[in-house]
């Protein structure tokens, strides 16, 4: 039996009653974040470009931009959205971001197929299982072989999730993961200047994992070792060198749940960023005056320089806003100046801003051959300053297994990412429903903002 045989027999024959609990509550978690996110990007040029695009297509609503797209439209404009601001969940180990492309997905199927509270839970929990695990077979080697872990991942994800629920075959269902393996993209040379491409890849992989799905699911024949075969997805899309454990694909299938370890982000920049933004707001608290630093030095794991330190001219002056989610001396300088880094740091103003640029400028990196990064996301830095040296540690990614955001947090970070897109009472009051009642009795009328 191959994996993706083995994977589909269980995804199959999952029920509800199955998921666990601890999978459930991150999974409602999972559902107001990404919506949240979704929402707070509506009105950026970049999704008023796509809105451009593919207005008039159909009559599934996009969440955020009212009825007017066809399922595979609705899915590219808000699985964008959902990873635009890089706001999104992560996936610590090898970063990989969920939601992005689960959640648009279901958002545009659930209309399109009137699928059921118990039948989004069941796609929710099967594609988001199967995402987590491809990101353990061979850390960092995606990113290594220049791709986005996201856009080649979330594909398999969507496909594994719908073909779960919309009535396909265990047959049907390879195929489905098969044909996945030819539709899957998303290379990273955004990094070069900051470019919109990265943006797209999770909604990309969205409207894919729904065309794969649908042409399985009409007997189109995928290859059922699409990921272990010779010519497979890691042999493709990973860089050889990096040993390969395919087990995690299957490993305790049902009793282990990986996404049960998804992480949520406090702040709206790249993952190994957040454990610096942490640092830099802990040193505000001793340095009271930007003018006594002297330099900062970030303790990085070697993994993390390649994306977020190099060039070292791009990184400390970020010609985009996109660019500054990437680059750790800028958030550093925000963290510092402004004890955030949320939607409104990250803006055309904020990036010409002199006293964080030059803070930034202060702001090195030397590589620490004992940092965890990948297994664990750290910080360290070191601050020289005129009256001495003051160094913060930051142990793990603050929203993540070891140091999970609150209820609370949730509720706040939802709340003002509502607000930042300027909906009122009645319409925040909607999408509260509407997230709290997925997996019970969707009313997708209720996400018709606009």
Same mark, same amino acid.
């Given at each position: ?9 269980? =995804? ?19 559902? *107001? ?75 545009? =199927? ?65 195929? $489905?993961?098969?044909? +996945? ?35 399985? *699911? ?17 042999? =493709? ?42 640092? $830099?707001?802990?040193?505000?608290? *001793?340095?009271?005056?930007? +003018? ?24 400390? *002056?970020? +010609? ?39 803070? $930034? ?90």
């Amino acid at each position: 039996m191959t994996i993706a045989e083995e994977f589909s027999s269980w =995804a199959i024959s999952l029920k509800t009653n199955d998921i666990s609990d601890k999978s459930r509550q991150v999974l409602n978690f999972l559902v *107001k974040d990404i919506c949240g996110v979704i929402i707070s990007a509506r009105d950026e040029n970049y999704i008023q470009s796509l809105v451009k695009t593919y207005s008039g297509t159909g009559d599934i609503i996009s969440l955020g931009h009212g009825k007017k797209f066809d399922q595979f439209s609705s899915a590219i404009i808000a699985g964008t959205a959902a990873h635009g601001e890089d706001f999104d969940d992560t996936f610590e180990g090898n970063p990989m971001h969920i939601g992005a492309s689960m959640i648009p997905a279901l958002l545009a =199927a659930g209309q399109k197929y009137n699928l059921s509270g118990d039948q989004i839970l069941k796609a929710l929990a099967v594609g988001s299982e199967l995402i987590c695990r491809l990101a353990l077979v061979a850390p960092t080697a995606m990113h290594k072989q220049c791709f986005h872990p996201t856009a080649v991942c979330g594909t398999f994800g969507v496909a594994a999730g719908l073909s779960s629920v919309l009535g396909l075959t265990e047959k049907q269902m390879v195929s $489905a993961l098969g044909i +996945s393996g030819s539709f899957t993209s998303g290379i990273i040379e955004y990094l070069a200047e900051g470019t919109w491409t990265k943006r797209v890849h999770p909604g990309w992989a969205a409207n894919s994992g729904m065309n794969a799905t649908l042409m399985a *699911k009409s007997d189109f024949y995928g290859p059922r070792t699409v990921f272990e075969g010779e010519h497979g997805f890691f042999k =493709a899309f990973a860089l050889r060198e990096i040993k390969r454990d395919f087990s995690h694909l299957t490993d305790k299938l049902g009793s282990r749940w990986e996404t049960e370890n998804l992480a949520f982000k406090p702040y709206a920049c790249g993952t190994m960023a957040q454990p610096f933004v942490d640092c $830099a707001i802990k040193l505000k608290e *001793k340095i009271k005056d930007a +003018s006594q630093i002297k330099s900062i030095t970030a303790m990085v794991g070697e993994g993390t320089v390649h994306r977020l330190w190099e060039p070292s001219s791009e990184k400390k *002056k970020p +010609s985009t806003p996109y660019s500054a989610k990437f680059s750790v001396p800028y958030c550093v300088a925000v963290g510092f100046l402004r004890g955030n880094a949320g939607l409104h740091e990250f803006n055309e103003e904020s990036i010409k801003d002199k006293t964080i640029l030059e803070l $930034a400028n202060k702001v090195d990196y030397k590589i620490d051959p004992e940092n965890e990064y990948p297994s664990n996301y750290t910080g360290t830095l070191i601050c020289e300053t005129n009256e001495g040296t003051v160094t913060e540690h930051q142990n793990c990614f603050r929203g993540g297994k070891k140091q999970p955001l609150t209820s609370k947090d949730f509720d706040s970070k939802f709340t003002k990412n509502l607000e930042y897109a300027k909906l009122n009472e009645e319409q925040i009051n909607n999408i509260q429903e509407f997230t709290k009642s997925i997996f019970n009795k969707p009313d997708f009328s209720k996400i018709n903002l606009f």
